[in-house]
Protein backbone atom coordinates (compact mmCIF):
# COMPACT_ATOMS: atom_id res chain seq x y z
CA UNK A 1 0.00 0.00 0.00
CA UNK A 2 2.64 2.47 0.43
CA UNK A 3 3.88 4.72 2.56
CA UNK A 4 1.59 6.86 4.96
CA UNK A 5 0.93 10.16 4.56
CA UNK A 6 2.29 12.26 7.82
CA UNK A 7 -0.38 13.98 9.55
CA UNK A 8 0.12 18.11 9.63
CA UNK A 9 1.35 19.03 12.67
CA UNK A 10 0.23 22.66 13.95
CA UNK A 11 0.51 24.27 17.30
CA UNK A 12 -3.32 24.94 17.91
CA UNK A 13 -3.06 27.75 20.73
CA UNK A 14 -0.88 29.65 18.53
CA UNK A 15 -3.02 29.54 15.57
CA UNK A 16 -5.85 30.37 17.70
CA UNK A 17 -3.81 33.18 18.63
CA UNK A 18 -2.23 33.87 15.29
CA UNK A 19 -6.67 34.35 13.90
CA UNK A 20 -7.50 36.11 16.52
CA UNK A 21 -4.70 39.22 15.89
CA UNK A 22 -5.19 38.38 12.02
CA UNK A 23 -9.33 39.21 12.89
CA UNK A 24 -10.32 36.38 10.59
CA UNK A 25 -13.30 35.11 13.04
CA UNK A 26 -16.68 37.07 12.80
CA UNK A 27 -19.80 37.70 10.26
CA UNK A 28 -20.08 40.12 7.24
CA UNK A 29 -17.94 40.36 4.24
CA UNK A 30 -14.42 41.30 5.58
CA UNK A 31 -11.48 42.38 2.77
CA UNK A 32 -8.94 39.97 4.96
CA UNK A 33 -7.31 36.56 3.15
CA UNK A 34 -7.27 33.37 3.90
CA UNK A 35 -5.07 31.75 6.56
CA UNK A 36 -2.54 29.25 4.64
CA UNK A 37 -0.83 26.48 6.61
CA UNK A 38 2.43 25.50 5.09
CA UNK A 39 3.50 21.32 5.50
CA UNK A 40 6.10 21.40 8.70
CA UNK A 41 7.65 18.24 6.67
CA UNK A 42 7.35 16.93 3.28
CA UNK A 43 4.59 14.16 2.77
CA UNK A 44 4.91 10.87 1.72
CA UNK A 45 3.03 9.53 -1.65
CA UNK A 46 0.05 7.30 -0.79
CA UNK A 47 -1.84 5.22 -2.74
CA UNK A 48 -4.13 6.56 -5.73
CA UNK A 49 -0.91 8.88 -6.58
CA UNK A 50 2.69 9.57 -8.48
CA UNK A 51 3.57 12.70 -8.00
CA UNK A 52 4.11 14.43 -11.40
CA UNK A 53 7.59 16.17 -12.18
CA UNK A 54 6.65 20.29 -13.23
CA UNK A 55 2.92 19.44 -12.30
CA UNK A 56 2.78 22.45 -10.12
CA UNK A 57 3.72 26.32 -10.65
CA UNK A 58 6.48 28.46 -9.83
CA UNK A 59 6.24 29.83 -6.32
CA UNK A 60 5.60 33.52 -6.28
CA UNK A 61 4.76 33.89 -9.38
CA UNK A 62 1.88 35.91 -11.33
CA UNK A 63 -1.39 34.71 -10.55
CA UNK A 64 -4.10 35.14 -13.47
CA UNK A 65 -6.43 37.29 -13.81
CA UNK A 66 -9.70 35.64 -13.90
CA UNK A 67 -14.00 35.94 -14.08
CA UNK A 68 -16.28 33.85 -14.24
CA UNK A 69 -18.60 34.16 -17.48
CA UNK A 70 -22.04 32.96 -18.14
CA UNK A 71 -21.97 30.36 -20.61
CA UNK A 72 -25.37 28.53 -20.14
CA UNK A 73 -28.56 30.07 -18.79
CA UNK A 74 -31.84 28.14 -17.46
CA UNK A 75 -31.20 25.59 -15.25
CA UNK A 76 -34.00 24.68 -12.29
CA UNK A 77 -31.20 24.99 -9.20
CA UNK A 78 -27.84 23.71 -10.56
CA UNK A 79 -25.62 21.89 -7.51
CA UNK A 80 -23.22 20.01 -9.78
CA UNK A 81 -21.60 19.63 -13.14
CA UNK A 82 -19.57 16.67 -14.44
CA UNK A 83 -18.36 15.22 -17.79
CA UNK A 84 -18.24 11.51 -18.72
CA UNK A 85 -15.29 11.15 -20.30
CA UNK A 86 -17.13 9.28 -22.73
CA UNK A 87 -15.37 11.01 -25.79
CA UNK A 88 -18.44 12.87 -26.63
CA UNK A 89 -17.98 15.86 -24.89
CA UNK A 90 -21.20 16.45 -23.09
CA UNK A 91 -21.59 18.21 -20.27
CA UNK A 92 -24.18 16.52 -17.31
CA UNK A 93 -25.70 19.19 -14.92
CA UNK A 94 -27.59 18.33 -11.75
CA UNK A 95 -30.77 19.71 -10.37
CA UNK A 96 -31.28 19.85 -6.84
CA UNK A 97 -35.12 19.00 -7.85
CA UNK A 98 -34.53 15.76 -9.47
CA UNK A 99 -33.21 16.06 -13.28
CA UNK A 100 -30.18 15.56 -14.91
CA UNK A 101 -29.89 17.77 -18.07
CA UNK A 102 -27.24 17.56 -20.79
CA UNK A 103 -25.31 20.31 -22.48
CA UNK A 104 -24.15 18.75 -26.11
CA UNK A 105 -22.60 20.73 -28.73
CA UNK A 106 -23.00 24.15 -27.14
CA UNK A 107 -27.22 23.36 -26.66
CA UNK A 108 -28.70 22.73 -23.38
CA UNK A 109 -31.13 20.02 -24.43
CA UNK A 110 -34.48 19.46 -23.70
CA UNK A 111 -35.23 16.12 -22.59
CA UNK A 112 -33.18 15.27 -19.61
CA UNK A 113 -30.52 12.62 -19.29
CA UNK A 114 -32.52 11.53 -16.23
CA UNK A 115 -35.71 12.72 -14.23
CA UNK A 116 -36.10 11.04 -10.61
CA UNK A 117 -38.30 14.42 -9.29
CA UNK A 118 -40.65 12.24 -7.98
CA UNK A 119 -38.16 10.57 -6.09
CA UNK A 120 -36.59 13.33 -4.47
CA UNK A 121 -37.07 15.21 -1.25
CA UNK A 122 -36.72 19.57 -1.76
CA UNK A 123 -35.77 20.70 1.44
CA UNK A 124 -33.10 23.07 1.74
CA UNK A 125 -29.84 21.07 1.87
CA UNK A 126 -32.02 18.12 0.42
CA UNK A 127 -32.46 16.89 -3.40
CA UNK A 128 -30.54 15.18 -6.12
CA UNK A 129 -26.87 16.21 -5.09
CA UNK A 130 -24.41 14.47 -7.23
CA UNK A 131 -23.75 12.36 -10.26
CA UNK A 132 -20.90 10.13 -10.98
CA UNK A 133 -19.76 8.45 -14.20
CA UNK A 134 -17.28 5.73 -13.90
CA UNK A 135 -13.89 5.64 -15.75
CA UNK A 136 -14.59 3.25 -18.54
CA UNK A 137 -18.37 4.77 -19.02
CA UNK A 138 -19.73 3.98 -22.61
CA UNK A 139 -16.98 1.83 -23.20
CA UNK A 140 -17.39 -1.20 -20.64
CA UNK A 141 -19.73 0.12 -18.34
CA UNK A 142 -23.30 1.81 -19.03
CA UNK A 143 -23.83 2.07 -15.39
CA UNK A 144 -23.90 5.79 -13.22
CA UNK A 145 -24.78 6.54 -9.94
CA UNK A 146 -26.50 9.06 -8.12
CA UNK A 147 -26.87 10.91 -5.19
CA UNK A 148 -29.99 12.03 -3.59
CA UNK A 149 -32.48 12.30 -0.50
CA UNK A 150 -35.51 10.69 -0.18
CA UNK A 151 -38.86 11.36 0.61
CA UNK A 152 -38.44 10.69 4.16
CA UNK A 153 -35.28 12.67 3.81
CA UNK A 154 -32.58 9.70 3.53
CA UNK A 155 -29.54 9.53 1.78
CA UNK A 156 -30.26 7.12 -1.37
CA UNK A 157 -26.76 6.14 -3.28
CA UNK A 158 -28.29 4.55 -6.63
CA UNK A 159 -27.15 3.20 -9.50
CA UNK A 160 -29.19 3.52 -12.94
CA UNK A 161 -28.07 2.46 -16.51
CA UNK A 162 -27.88 4.67 -19.97
CA UNK A 163 -27.94 1.78 -22.56
CA UNK A 164 -25.55 3.01 -25.66
CA UNK A 165 -24.58 6.03 -23.87
CA UNK A 166 -27.85 7.37 -24.64
CA UNK A 167 -30.77 8.85 -22.21
CA UNK A 168 -31.20 6.78 -18.82
CA UNK A 169 -33.62 4.18 -18.23
CA UNK A 170 -35.62 5.73 -15.00
CA UNK A 171 -37.07 1.64 -14.18
CA UNK A 172 -33.54 0.60 -14.08
CA UNK A 173 -32.92 1.74 -10.33
CA UNK A 174 -30.81 -0.01 -8.25
CA UNK A 175 -30.06 1.13 -4.30
CA UNK A 176 -26.35 0.61 -3.65
CA UNK A 177 -26.44 2.15 0.01
CA UNK A 178 -29.17 3.62 2.24
CA UNK A 179 -28.72 6.18 5.03
CA UNK A 180 -31.01 7.53 7.71
CA UNK A 181 -30.44 11.10 8.36
CA UNK A 182 -31.38 12.20 11.87
CA UNK A 183 -31.66 15.56 10.54
CA UNK A 184 -32.53 17.57 7.43
CA UNK A 185 -29.47 18.87 6.47
CA UNK A 186 -25.45 18.75 6.53
CA UNK A 187 -26.37 15.15 3.65
CA UNK A 188 -23.57 15.47 2.05
CA UNK A 189 -23.76 14.38 -1.46
CA UNK A 190 -20.59 14.25 -3.51
CA UNK A 191 -20.23 11.14 -5.51
CA UNK A 192 -16.59 10.21 -7.52
CA UNK A 193 -14.46 7.43 -8.74
CA UNK A 194 -11.02 7.13 -7.40
CA UNK A 195 -8.31 6.51 -9.74
CA UNK A 196 -9.17 2.46 -9.15
CA UNK A 197 -12.35 2.78 -9.85
CA UNK A 198 -13.89 2.75 -6.43
CA UNK A 199 -16.78 4.77 -5.79
CA UNK A 200 -16.24 7.43 -2.71
CA UNK A 201 -18.93 8.65 -1.16
CA UNK A 202 -19.32 12.26 1.25
CA UNK A 203 -21.52 11.98 3.58
CA UNK A 204 -22.17 15.22 6.43
CA UNK A 205 -22.39 14.28 10.20
CA UNK A 206 -25.73 13.89 10.54
CA UNK A 207 -27.12 17.69 10.57
CA UNK A 208 -28.53 20.10 13.82
CA UNK A 209 -25.14 21.90 14.87
CA UNK A 210 -22.11 20.94 16.38
CA UNK A 211 -22.91 17.13 15.65
CA UNK A 212 -24.90 16.40 18.51
CA UNK A 213 -24.65 12.78 17.54
CA UNK A 214 -21.10 12.40 17.89
CA UNK A 215 -21.19 11.02 14.29
CA UNK A 216 -17.95 12.53 12.67
CA UNK A 217 -15.77 10.55 15.08
CA UNK A 218 -17.99 7.65 15.80
CA UNK A 219 -16.46 4.78 13.15
CA UNK A 220 -19.30 2.22 13.72
CA UNK A 221 -21.59 5.18 11.45
CA UNK A 222 -21.45 6.44 8.08
CA UNK A 223 -22.09 10.04 8.85
CA UNK A 224 -19.49 12.67 9.11
CA UNK A 225 -17.13 10.46 6.76
CA UNK A 226 -15.58 10.24 3.12
CA UNK A 227 -16.80 6.18 2.16
CA UNK A 228 -14.76 4.01 -0.09
CA UNK A 229 -16.67 1.00 -1.66
CA UNK A 230 -16.49 -1.16 -4.85
CA UNK A 231 -19.19 -1.14 -6.86
CA UNK A 232 -18.03 -3.30 -9.54
CA UNK A 233 -16.58 -0.48 -11.62
CA UNK A 234 -12.92 -1.16 -10.68
CA UNK A 235 -10.52 -0.79 -13.45
CA UNK A 236 -8.21 -3.41 -15.02
CA UNK A 237 -5.38 -2.14 -12.88
CA UNK A 238 -7.01 -2.49 -9.67
CA UNK A 239 -8.46 -5.92 -10.63
CA UNK A 240 -4.87 -7.05 -11.21
CA UNK A 241 -3.67 -5.86 -7.92
CA UNK A 242 -4.02 -8.30 -4.91
CA UNK A 243 -3.36 -5.37 -2.21
CA UNK A 244 -6.91 -3.91 -3.44
CA UNK A 245 -9.04 -7.25 -4.05
CA UNK A 246 -12.23 -6.49 -2.84
CA UNK A 247 -13.76 -8.81 -0.04
CA UNK A 248 -17.87 -9.55 0.69
CA UNK A 249 -19.43 -6.10 2.23
CA UNK A 250 -21.92 -6.01 4.96
CA UNK A 251 -24.76 -8.92 4.95
CA UNK A 252 -27.18 -7.83 2.33
CA UNK A 253 -24.78 -4.95 0.87
CA UNK A 254 -25.42 -3.80 -3.14
CA UNK A 255 -21.00 -3.71 -3.19
CA UNK A 256 -18.25 -5.27 -1.71
CA UNK A 257 -15.30 -3.32 0.26
CA UNK A 258 -11.99 -2.77 -1.44
CA UNK A 259 -9.21 -4.91 0.75
CA UNK A 260 -7.12 -1.95 1.58
CA UNK A 261 -9.96 0.26 3.31
CA UNK A 262 -8.44 0.70 6.52
CA UNK A 263 -11.60 -1.42 8.87
CA UNK A 264 -12.30 -3.63 5.71
CA UNK A 265 -11.69 -6.69 8.73
CA UNK A 266 -12.34 -5.07 11.63
CA UNK A 267 -14.69 -6.29 14.04
CA UNK A 268 -16.87 -3.43 14.99
CA UNK A 269 -15.91 -0.41 12.76
CA UNK A 270 -17.83 0.14 9.51
CA UNK A 271 -15.74 -1.06 6.48
CA UNK A 272 -16.98 1.65 4.01
CA UNK A 273 -14.71 4.29 5.93
CA UNK A 274 -12.16 5.58 3.72
CA UNK A 275 -11.69 8.78 6.13
CA UNK A 276 -13.78 10.50 8.97
CA UNK A 277 -13.97 13.20 11.66
CA UNK A 278 -16.25 15.65 8.80
CA UNK A 279 -18.87 18.07 9.17
CA UNK A 280 -20.40 18.43 5.56
CA UNK A 281 -17.86 17.46 3.07
CA UNK A 282 -19.91 19.04 0.20
CA UNK A 283 -17.43 18.75 -2.61
CA UNK A 284 -14.20 17.01 -2.92
CA UNK A 285 -11.66 16.36 -6.33
CA UNK A 286 -9.13 14.19 -7.23
CA UNK A 287 -6.38 16.23 -9.00
CA UNK A 288 -6.43 14.33 -12.73
CA UNK A 289 -2.79 15.15 -13.21
CA UNK A 290 -1.09 13.93 -9.87
CA UNK A 291 -4.09 12.29 -8.17
CA UNK A 292 -3.81 14.20 -4.87
CA UNK A 293 -7.39 14.42 -2.96
CA UNK A 294 -8.57 17.90 -2.27
CA UNK A 295 -11.98 17.88 0.68
CA UNK A 296 -13.32 21.08 1.10
CA UNK A 297 -15.47 20.34 4.64
CA UNK A 298 -18.04 23.55 5.72
CA UNK A 299 -17.87 24.74 8.53
CA UNK A 300 -20.05 25.49 12.08
CA UNK A 301 -19.99 28.83 13.28
CA UNK A 302 -16.99 30.66 12.27
CA UNK A 303 -13.96 28.58 10.21
CA UNK A 304 -13.97 26.90 6.52
CA UNK A 305 -11.62 24.76 5.63
CA UNK A 306 -10.07 22.91 2.29
CA UNK A 307 -8.01 19.52 3.44
CA UNK A 308 -4.84 18.65 0.78
CA UNK A 309 -3.65 15.06 0.85
CA UNK A 310 -1.40 12.87 -1.51
CA UNK A 311 -3.17 10.05 -2.96
CA UNK A 312 -6.46 9.80 -0.81
CA UNK A 313 -4.35 10.82 1.87
CA UNK A 314 -3.46 7.65 5.16
CA UNK A 315 -6.02 5.64 5.27
CA UNK A 316 -8.39 5.87 8.14
CA UNK A 317 -7.27 9.60 8.16
CA UNK A 318 -9.29 11.97 11.05
CA UNK A 319 -9.90 15.47 9.84
CA UNK A 320 -10.99 16.42 13.11
CA UNK A 321 -14.70 17.72 13.68
CA UNK A 322 -16.08 17.81 15.96
CA UNK A 323 -13.19 18.30 18.20
CA UNK A 324 -11.75 21.30 15.84
CA UNK A 325 -13.43 23.41 13.07
CA UNK A 326 -10.25 24.07 10.80
CA UNK A 327 -7.57 24.19 13.36
CA UNK A 328 -9.27 25.39 16.67
CA UNK A 329 -10.76 23.77 19.46
CA UNK A 330 -14.06 23.16 19.20
CA UNK A 331 -16.98 24.62 20.85
CA UNK A 332 -15.03 27.29 21.01
CA UNK A 333 -12.79 28.44 23.61
CA UNK A 334 -12.59 24.85 24.24
CA UNK A 335 -9.53 22.78 24.97
CA UNK A 336 -7.23 21.84 22.23
CA UNK A 337 -6.76 18.50 21.75
CA UNK A 338 -3.43 17.26 23.40
CA UNK A 339 -2.70 14.86 21.14
CA UNK A 340 -2.84 16.90 17.17
CA UNK A 341 -0.47 14.98 15.37
CA UNK A 342 -3.39 12.01 14.58
CA UNK A 343 -5.60 14.85 12.71
CA UNK A 344 -5.44 15.90 8.97
CA UNK A 345 -5.12 19.68 9.29
CA UNK A 346 -6.35 21.91 6.61
CA UNK A 347 -3.81 23.83 4.15
CA UNK A 348 -5.64 26.56 4.03
CA UNK A 349 -8.61 27.91 6.32
CA UNK A 350 -10.62 31.49 6.62
CA UNK A 351 -12.96 32.85 8.98
CA UNK A 352 -16.97 33.87 8.67
CA UNK A 353 -15.67 37.87 7.67
CA UNK A 354 -14.91 36.19 3.86
CA UNK A 355 -17.76 33.79 3.85
CA UNK A 356 -19.84 31.42 5.36
CA UNK A 357 -20.19 28.25 3.47
CA UNK A 358 -17.36 27.17 1.35
CA UNK A 359 -17.70 25.53 -2.29
CA UNK A 360 -15.05 23.09 -2.88
CA UNK A 361 -13.30 23.37 -6.20
CA UNK A 362 -11.67 21.78 -8.77
CA UNK A 363 -7.43 21.59 -9.96
CA UNK A 364 -7.17 23.52 -13.61
CA UNK A 365 -5.52 20.71 -15.78
CA UNK A 366 -6.46 21.98 -19.16
CA UNK A 367 -4.68 23.38 -22.08
CA UNK A 368 -6.70 26.51 -23.04
CA UNK A 369 -5.49 28.69 -20.29
CA UNK A 370 -2.36 27.62 -19.14
CA UNK A 371 -2.05 30.44 -16.89
CA UNK A 372 -4.46 28.52 -14.47
CA UNK A 373 -2.36 25.53 -14.69
CA UNK A 374 -1.94 23.52 -11.41
CA UNK A 375 -4.29 26.25 -9.36
CA UNK A 376 -7.04 24.63 -7.25
CA UNK A 377 -10.06 27.05 -7.96
CA UNK A 378 -12.63 27.03 -4.89
CA UNK A 379 -15.36 29.62 -3.59
CA UNK A 380 -17.67 30.64 -0.94
CA UNK A 381 -21.28 30.33 -1.59
CA UNK A 382 -22.76 33.03 0.69
CA UNK A 383 -19.91 35.84 -0.46
CA UNK A 384 -19.71 35.09 -3.95
CA UNK A 385 -15.69 35.26 -3.13
CA UNK A 386 -13.40 33.00 -5.95
CA UNK A 387 -10.16 32.09 -4.70
CA UNK A 388 -7.00 30.22 -6.05
CA UNK A 389 -4.73 27.47 -4.49
CA UNK A 390 -1.67 26.25 -5.50
CA UNK A 391 1.60 24.27 -4.53
CA UNK A 392 -0.77 22.92 -1.85
CA UNK A 393 1.48 20.00 -0.56
CA UNK A 394 4.65 21.64 -0.72
CA UNK A 395 5.06 25.82 -0.32
CA UNK A 396 1.33 26.73 -0.68
CA UNK A 397 -0.15 30.13 -2.05
CA UNK A 398 -3.75 31.40 -1.69
CA UNK A 399 -4.88 34.22 -3.16
CA UNK A 400 -8.32 35.69 -4.07
CA UNK A 401 -9.01 35.98 -7.77
CA UNK A 402 -12.50 37.36 -8.11
CA UNK A 403 -15.69 38.71 -6.00
CA UNK A 404 -19.14 37.88 -7.39
CA UNK A 405 -22.42 38.11 -6.47
CA UNK A 406 -22.76 34.31 -7.49
CA UNK A 407 -24.07 31.46 -5.34
CA UNK A 408 -21.17 29.01 -6.28
CA UNK A 409 -22.59 25.46 -5.48
CA UNK A 410 -20.03 23.48 -7.15
CA UNK A 411 -17.16 23.37 -10.09
CA UNK A 412 -16.37 20.84 -12.86
CA UNK A 413 -14.54 20.25 -15.44
CA UNK A 414 -15.20 19.00 -19.14
CA UNK A 415 -13.56 16.50 -20.92
CA UNK A 416 -10.52 18.95 -21.35
CA UNK A 417 -10.00 19.94 -18.39
CA UNK A 418 -11.65 23.45 -18.67
CA UNK A 419 -13.23 24.73 -15.86
CA UNK A 420 -17.05 25.43 -15.33
CA UNK A 421 -18.74 26.69 -11.84
CA UNK A 422 -22.27 26.61 -11.15
CA UNK A 423 -24.85 29.21 -9.95
CA UNK A 424 -27.59 28.24 -7.77
CA UNK A 425 -29.72 30.74 -9.48
CA UNK A 426 -29.82 28.95 -13.30
CA UNK A 427 -26.23 29.70 -14.70
CA UNK A 428 -23.50 27.83 -15.82
CA UNK A 429 -20.68 30.00 -16.03
CA UNK A 430 -17.54 29.33 -17.48
CA UNK A 431 -14.41 30.26 -15.68
CA UNK A 432 -12.07 32.88 -18.01
CA UNK A 433 -8.42 33.82 -17.07
CA UNK A 434 -5.69 35.59 -18.85
Not at 222 to 247: F, H
Amino acid sequence: MGARTRMRRLRLPVLVLLAAVLGLSGCGRGDGEPTVHPPDDTEETTPGAEATPGAEPPVGGPWPEVALEPAWEGFDQPLYLTSARDGTGRLFVVEKTGRIRVIDDDEVLDEPFLDISDRVSGGSEQGLLCVAFPLDFGRRTDAFYVNYTDPDGDTIVARYRAPDGGGARPDSAEVVLRMAQPFPNHNGGMLLFDRDGYLLIGTGDGGSAGDPQGNAQDRTSLLGKILRIDVGERTAGARARRATRSIPGPAGAAYEIPGDNPYARHERFRPEIWAYGLRNPWRFSIDAETGDLYVADVGQDAWEEVNVVRGLGPPGANYGWNLLEGTHPFPPGGEAPDDPDRFIMPVVEYGHDLGRSITGGVVYRGHRQPQSRAIYFYADFVSGRLWGLRNALTAPENSELARTDRRIASFGTDEEGEVYAVDLAGTVLRLEAR
